[in-house]
C-alpha cells in the first residue's frame, strides 16, 4: 500500500512558488516527492526476548559473628584502606565514616593495612593494633586489600562495578570491580552505599541534607553478611543537569552566581553516586557532524543536504544537515570513526549521528529521495527558508538514514573490524525501518517514551519493539525527564514497566536526559528510575512505600496519600483526550512555537490544567496538611513535608501567569516566587532552567 503525501503537481506548485522557492532547482533537484520503492508491510510481530527478568544479587551462607560498628557513641571498628587505595576505594571509606559518624556521634578512623599490625587469637580471630598501639578487635576492609586477597575474596567473575559484601573471622570486606574497558569505575563506592542502605536504615531521597535520611544509633551491630550484587545493565546515565546558557539565563534573573547553581549540581552528582547510576560502557550516540560545515563546506559543498532554494548552504552551520545518500560523505564519517574509536579506547561506540534541532532542512535531493519507500509512516518535516518557513508531511526517513548508517559502518569496518557505531532513533527517522536493517556493528539509541502523554507513550513502545527486529544493539535514550515544565507528576508504575519491558527485549543500555533537578514535584521518579536502572525486578510500589516510611516517619500514611493521588492525576493527565496534538518528545522541540508573543497555551498545557485544578491542588495541600499535622514535634519530617508542598505552589503560580500573562503583578509575585525557593530550598525545583523556560515560552512576559 502506498500513501499520497502531497496533492496533484499543479496544486502544490504555486504554493511553493509564492513561498519564494525557486522554480527551476524545485523541477530539476528538490522535490517532496519520495523516489523509493513500496515495501510490503508485514503483520505486527511480537518483539524479541533475549533475557528473563531477575534481580542479580546473590546471597550465600555467610561465615563469622556480629561485628560491632558503635558502641554508646564510640567507635568500636576500624575502617581499612589498601596501602595504595583506587580513588573510589577512598570516596566509598569517606561516605561510611562520615555516615557511621552522622548515626552515631562516634570519631572513626580510617587507617591503612600498612601502618597496622594484625594478630590472631587461638580461635583465629583477627584484631589489629593501629599506629598508636590501640587495639581494634572489629574491622571493616575496604576495597582490594591485601588481606582480602588472603581471604580469598576477590573481585574475580564479578561484573564491572558490582560489589560483594562478605563477614569472616577478621571482619566485614566491602569489595568491588573498580576498574574496566573505560578506566576507573566505583563499584567499591557502589558496596558501601548499599551497606548503608540495606542494613543501616540510610536513604537518599534527594540531594542535600534534608534529603538525607540517617537514622540515629549510638550503637550498631551489623550480623555477618555474604552476597554480591551487579548492575543490569553496563550504563545507568541519567544525565546532571550543567550549567550552561539556559541556566545561567535565570541565574541572571535571580541575581544569582554560577557558584550557587553548580553547588546544587555538586549534590545531585552525589546523589546520583549514592544511588548507584554510572557506567561501565559508554555508549556515544548523539550530534556527530558539528565542525562539518566549518571544515568541510568550502571544498565538498555537494556532502550537504539540498535546501528548499536549491542550495546546499546551512543556516545554522553547527547543527549542519548531511547529504546522506552521498558516497563520499559516508566514507568520511568512517574515517572519523575509526580516528574517535582509536583515540578513545574506552568507549563503548562513536557516534554517527545526523544533528538535530535545527534551522537547517533535511536533504530532498533524488539520490536520497530514492532511499525513502513511499508507504513509511509520515512525518511532519519543517523547512526553513525565507521569505517563509513551511511545514510538509513525508514518510519516515528511517530506510534513509539506516542505509546511511551501514555505509559507514561497511567502510569503518573493512579498517576497524571492533568498531561499534552508535547513531540514535530520532525525530523523523524514530519510526523502525521498513526493510533496512541495521549492520552488526551499529547500536541504535531509542529517543522516545513521554510519561504526560500515554497515547505517545504507547506509540513509542510499538516503535522500540518493531526497532528491535531491525537492530541487534538496541538502548534506551529518553528526554522523558523534561516533560512537565517541572509541575508535579508521578509515573512510577508506568516507568517500571517501561524499563522492565526494554530490558526483556534486549536493551543494552540507558542513557536519559536529564536530571533537571525538580525535585519537589518530580524526584520521586527521579529517585524510583536510578534504583530501577541497576535492578528492574524492583517493585515500584515497595519502593514508594518505603521511601514514605523511612523518610517520614509517623507521617508516611498521609504522604503515600499524596503520592497515590499524585500518580493518579498523572495519569488522568496523560489519558486526558487532546485531538489537537500528539505529545511532546522532547520540550525544545517547541520552544520556537511558543516563543511568540500573544500565544495560545499549549496542548502539554491544557491537559496538564484540565486535571490540575485550583480544587485538585487544594486535595493534594490538604494531604501534605495532614501529614505534617501526623508528623507531630519531628522538625526533620515537617521540613521534608514542606519541601514537597513548595511543588504545589507552582502549579499556583504557572496557572496564574498563564491566565494574566501581561499582568505586572503577576510576573513579580513569580519571580519572587522562585527567588525565594532558589534562597530557601534550591534543590526544590531548578528555578533558573526553569526561569529560562519562561523566559521563551513568554510565561508571563518575562525579560
Known sequence: MSLSFLPPFPLWLPTLLCLGLPFASMAQEWDLKPLGEAVEIREESQPRKERALESRRRLFPAEGGPLILA???????????????????????QLLKTTLEAMTGAAFQVCSEARLQLQREEDGTLFALDPDGKRWDHLVWIGRTEQAQKEGITTDNLAPEGYRLVSRKSGLYVVGRDSGARGALRGTYFGVASLLERYLGVRWLWPGEIGTVIPKAPSITLRALNEQDEPALTQRIIRNMPLNARAKTGLAMLHASDADYQEMTRLQGAWLSNQKTGASQVFRAGHAYGDWYEKYHGQHPAWFALQPDGTRDQPAPERARLCESNREVARQAARRAIEAWTRQPGLA???ISPNDGSRNSYCMCPACRKLDPPNGNPV???????????DAFYPSLSDRLVTYYNRVAEEAVA???????????????RDAPLSTVAHPSIVIGFVGLSYLDEASRRRDLQRWDRWTDKCSRLYLRPNALHAGEGLPAAYTKALAEDIRHCYRTGMVAADFDSLIGNWATQGLNYYVLANLLWDPTLDPDAMVADYCATGFGAAAPRVAAYFKALEEATTQVARFEDPTVEGAIREEEQDEATSKPGRKWKPSEKRYFAIFTPEKTDQLRSLLTQATAAAGGDA?????????????????????ALEHPRQKEVKEAFLEYFTRLFEEQPQALNSAHLLWRASIARIPRLP
Open 349 to 351: 561506540s562513536v557516534s
Open 636 to 656: 526533620t519530617i515537617k521540613e521534608r513535608i514542606a519541601f514537597l508542598a513548595a511543588g504545589l505552589d507552582y502549579v499556583d503560580h504557572y496557572r496564574t
Open 415 to 429: 579498517r576497524c573490524p571492533e568498531i561499534v557505531l552508535g547513531a540514535y532513533a530520532y525525530d523523523a527517522y
Open 71 to 93: 558502641q554508646k557513641g564510640k567507635a568500636r571498628a576500624l575502617l581499612v584502606l589498601p596501602a595504595k587505595p583506587g580513588s573510589a576505594e577512598h570516596s566509598a571509606a
Open 380 to 390: 511532519k518535516l519543517s523547512f526553513h527558508r525565507k521569505p517563509k518557513s513551511f
